[in-house]
Every structure is written in structure tokens, then in C-alpha cells.
């Protein structure tokens, strides 16, 4: 069995409503290896809010069966296919309410996006399943940065303690390659303000 497979996390970048530069839309995989999870439900395990934010740590490639973000929280939980809990990410979600909550699906993925209001601001790994209040795409990427004539500059994003962006999950770099990398187009994302009705 692969306990490590709880504890793979990833760098986590910083988003906005972003569109890609390049579209490099990705098909769903068929040849995914299965992966062998460490909780026994699809309850989601506690999470103390404002409190320890998890070394970045490799994760293994797997086959992402769904997703949950909780907004109270700013964590994402990653589920098998067989609705096993395989990782527990910390995120920063949108400020004032801009992540939309619902059911959705993965419509589209791209390695470099860009803010669309500023094409200066770019994130990586683009992961998108809804759209936002002025219809920008929304969905999971890397801390965000600017790009200077003195070269590139992170945007500072507590991941795991609050919301920053304009709706986007942001999620630290590595963390946000591995979703890109085992989520489908097709994958389901639902997003919910607390684990509380």
C-alpha cells in the first residue's frame, strides 16, 4: 500500500479569472494507473482553520476521481475514483464570496494561463471547470506572478490561511502541476462553503 500517497502536496501559486495563453486543452487519460488511497470514505478528515499549512511534499501519479474545495477551510480534498481520500491540499480561494460554489466539471486545462484584465499576470497549470461573475474562467492553478523587465515576481498568497484571488483556486506550484497532470477533463469539482450542511 502507498501511504505516501496522503501526503503528496505541491507548490501553491496564486490566480485570478485567468484564460489561457496557450490552449493547450488536454484529453482525458485512459491509461491511468489506479491508486491505492488511505481513508476508508469519502467523509472528509477535520481540518483546523488558520492553523498548520503542510510542507510541500511529492505526490504520486494517480488517477483523480473528484474533487471538493471547502471554502471555510481554503483546503481542496482529492478523491479516487473509488471515492477514497488520497491527498489534502491547502488553497486561497476568491475574496469576497468570487469562488463560485456548485457542481462542475473539468472543461479544459492549460500549462500557462494569464490574468485576462492584465496579461502581465500569469499562473501555471490551469485547471478550469466554471466560469466566473464576469464569465472569466475559474478554476485551480499556481501562485500567480508578474512578469517585470526585471524578470518574474511571485503575488503573495497565504495558501491554506485565506482567500486572495479573484475567484481562481490557487494552490502552490507543484500541487497545482500534479492536479493538471491526474485530473480529467471531465473530473468533477464541487465546490462548498463548509462540511457543515
Request: charged letters at 15%; proline letters at 9%.
Amino acid at each position: 500500500m502507498l501511504a505516501a500517497v496522503a501526503a503528496l502536496s505541491v507548490f501553491v501559486p496564486s490566480s485570478a479569472h485567468a484564460d489561457s495563453t496557450t490552449d493547450t486543452t488536454v484529453a482525458p487519460s485512459t491509461t491511468s494507473p489506479s491508486v491505492t488511497a488511505t481513508s476508508p470514505s469519502t467523509t472528509i478528515a477535520p481540518v483546523v482553520q488558520n492553523a498548520y499549512v503542510p510542507p510541500v511534499r511529492r505526490l504520486p501519479r494517480v488517477r483523480i476521481g473528484s474533487a471538493i474545495v471547502v471554502l471555510d477551510e481554503q483546503r481542496v480534498y482529492v478523491y479516487s475514483a473509488t471515492r477514497r481520500l488520497i491527498t489534502t491540499i491547502p488553497v486561497s480561494t476568491g475574496l469576497d464570496d468570487s469562488t463560485p460554489t456548485g457542481s462542475f466539471k473539468v472543461f479544459s486545462k492549460s500549462e500557462q494561463a494569464y490574468f485576462t484584465p492584465n496579461p502581465g499576470e500569469r499562473m501555471k497549470w490551469m485547471v478550469r471547470f466554471t466560469k466566473g461573475r464576469q464569465g472569466d474562467n475559474i478554476g485551480f492553478h499556481g501562485i500567480p506572478y508578474r512578469v517585470t523587465t526585471a524578470g518574474t515576481v511571485q503575488i503573495p498568497t497565504p495558501v491554506g490561511l485565506k482567500p486572495v484571488s479573484h475567484g481562481c483556486i490557487r494552490t502552490r506550484d507543484v500541487e497545482a502541476q500534479w492536479l493538471f497532470e491526474n485530473m480529467a477533463i471531465g473530473t468533477p469539482v464541487r465546490v462548498v462553503q463548509s462540511r457543515r450542511g
